[in-house]
């Protein structure tokens, strides 16, 4: 099985900085796409960035030019700076990877972690 793990979420000023990580572990073949989700209490859950295979990023119109996602070996990062209220939220990893060879892509997700802005 494939196994996500987020973490680096905190409580932040406006205007602080955060960077998550999202780790991979267990058995993958392929990779199609990682991205990262934030959902806020009460709100619909909302893509932050999508990396497909061979393509460039993209960012969520509301964080273009304040989050940057990146891969690094075996971890997916988000760094995320000029952070603002309404960035709050519990920040997910999705990875669609396939496990074999021959076997269908899967969607997976990690648990979450806690992103706080506040005074």
């Known amino acids: 099985q494939v196994h996500l793990e987020e973490s680096g979420g905190g409580l932040v000023q406006p205007g602080g900085s955060l960077r998550l990580s999202c780790e991979f572990s267990?058995?993958?073949?392929?990779?199609?796409?990682v991205g990262w989700y934030r959902q806020a209490p009460g709100k619909q859950r909302e893509r932050v960035t999508a990396?497909?295979?061979?393509?460039d990023t993209i960012y969520e119109e509301s964080v273009k030019g304040r989050f940057t996602a990146s891969r690094l070996k075996n971890a997916y990062k988000l760094q995320m700076s000029s952070l603002k209220p309404e960035d709050t939220a519990v920040y997910y990893c999705?990875?669609?990877?396939?496990?074999?060879?021959?076997?269908?892509?899967?969607?997976?997700w990690g648990q979450g972690t806690q992103v706080t802005v506040s005074s």
């Open positions: 999705m990875l669609t990877c396939a496990t074999s060879m021959d076997g269908r892509p899967y969607d997976f």
């Open positions: 267990g058995t993958i073949f392929r990779i199609d796409f």
């Open positions: 990396s497909y295979s061979g393509s």
